[in-house]
């Protein structure tokens, strides 16, 4: 069974139809502009266990959403409190 992932405009839905990316921060030490458009779109964490992500339903609504996902377990968590 492969990953769903529920919309809230189109319900639960395959992970076929997403595309997604890892929400990038930019630590506040790198200053200059063009240093941090490298960083943002090219240093991913990668990090292991909870992450904040943006999918975007391509093949439905054509609308974003953030989720939180443990990358460990693959299965989707409630945002941190
Ligand atoms: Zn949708």
Do not use: K
Request: with cysteine; net charge negative; glycine share 8%.
């Amino acid at each position: 069974m492969s990953l769903r992932i529920r919309c809230p405009h189109c319900g639960p839905r395959s992970v076929e139809e997403w595309v997604h990316g890892e929400i990038p921060v930019v630590p506040d030490a790198i200053a200059d502009p063009d240093a941090r458009d490298v960083d943002r779109g090219y240093m991913h964490t990668n990090e292991h266990g909870v992450v904040r992500e943006a999918w975007f339903h391509l093949s439905g609504c054509r609308r974003w959403v953030t989720l939180w996902r443990d990358s460990r377990t693959d299965e989707w968590v409630e945002p941190p409190g």
